[in-house]
Structures are given as structure tokens and as C-alpha cells.
């Protein structure tokens, strides 16, 4: 019954610009409860890259470049997240995302010694979240970084390498 009334409202929400849904979708980040969630997943469904069943985004995320993000089924973003997609980002199916972690697709380079770094350029690096992964709270995936399935990243951890499949680091 569900599934046929977020199939309709998709498609209804599909019809707006999609500037207008990205509004949307951060007026909704400070909404609780099942009808936030629901509002969320409704209009990331038309925005990102691709997004599964059973996704549960919950209130005062901060995703940015929806567009460059592809989410599984069964997954869930808890609360005060930052999510940057700009360079791209995967996550898999039966991924749970601790509150207060950030995911990073970019980098700043400081080559250039005649320029502030933060005036250097940014370099563009996809991150991919394999299967069945479990973040802790207030992890940091920086770019570049690939987590393989069913790894489990430790609370607090900071992980600039890939992590193989069932792994605890």
C-alpha cells in the first residue's frame, strides 16, 4: 500500500524543478519522525544518481550534489551527517551511517605555493561504501576511499585508506 503512495508522490515530485526539490529537501532536514523521513526519501528517490528501497534519512543531514549519489536498499543516514557527492559517491545495500559522520568526494591540492591552498585546485575523487557496512559515529571517509563489504568502521575513526572486505579498523 505504502510503496504504491511513494511510487505516486515520486512521480508528482518529479514534475518540479529540480532546483525546487533540492530546497525542499533542506527545508525538510530539521523535520523528525516517520513523515521527515518520508518527505526525504520521497525526493532523493528523483534526485540522486539512484536510490533503493527501505532508505531512511533522517533529520539535519547535509547532503550535497545529490545528483552524484547512488544509495542501496535498506540504508540509513543518521542524524547530523555532511555527505559531500560532488566527485561521487556509492553506497551499498544494508549500510548504516553513525550520527555526525562526514563523507568527503574532494580534496584541495597545495601545489601551487603562489596561491592560498585554499584557492588551489580541488581534485574530484569518488568514495564507494560496499555492502552490508557499518560506520560508527562521527566517522570520516575522506575521497578516494573504498570500504569493502561488510567492514564495520569504528566510532571517531578518520579512514584516508580503502578497507578491505570484513574488516574492523
Known amino acids: 500500500m505504502f510503496g504504491v503512495l511513494i511510487d505516486g508522490l515520486s512521480a508528482v515530485i518529479a514534475l518540479l524543478p529540480y532546483c525546487v526539490r533540492e530546497w525542499m529537501f533542506r527545508c525538510s532536514s530539521s523535520f523528525g519522525g516517520r513523515?521527515?523521513?518520508?518527505?526525504?526519501?520521497?525526493?532523493?528517490?528523483?534526485?540522486?544518481?539512484?536510490?533503493?528501497?527501505?532508505?531512511?534519512?533522517?533529520?539535519h543531514n547535509y547532503i550535497?550534489?545529490?545528483?552524484?549519489?547512488?544509495?542501496?536498499?535498506?540504508?540509513?543516514?543518521?542524524?547530523?551527517?555532511?555527505?559531500?557527492?560532488?566527485?561521487g559517491l556509492t553506497i551499498g545495500d544494508n549500510v548504516s551511517i553513525g550520527h555526525g559522520s562526514d563523507i568527503l568526494t574532494f580534496n584541495h591540492q597545495w601545489s601551487d605555493p603562489s596561491k592560498p591552498i585554499k584557492y588551489n585546485e580541488v581534485v574530484k575523487k569518488s568514495v564507494t561504501?560496499?555492502?552490508d557496512v557499518w560506520i560508527g559515529v562521527g566517522t570520516k571517509i575522506m575521497a578516494g576511499v573504498n570500504i569493502g563489504d561488510r567492514a564495520i568502521i569504528a566510532a571517531g575513526a578518520v579512514v584516508t585508506k580503502d578497507v578491505k572486505s570484513h574488516t574492523i579498523v
Open 35 to 59: 513523515i521527515g523521513i518520508l518527505i526525504r526519501y520521497i525526493l532523493i528517490r528523483k534526485m540522486a544518481k539512484s536510490c533503493g528501497r527501505n532508505v531512511s534519512i533522517k533529520k
Open 64 to 87: 550535497y550534489r545529490i545528483k552524484r549519489l547512488s544509495i542501496g536498499n535498506n540504508v540509513c543516514i543518521h542524524e547530523a551527517c555532511y555527505i559531500n557527492a560532488v566527485g
Open 129 to 131: 561504501i560496499g555492502n
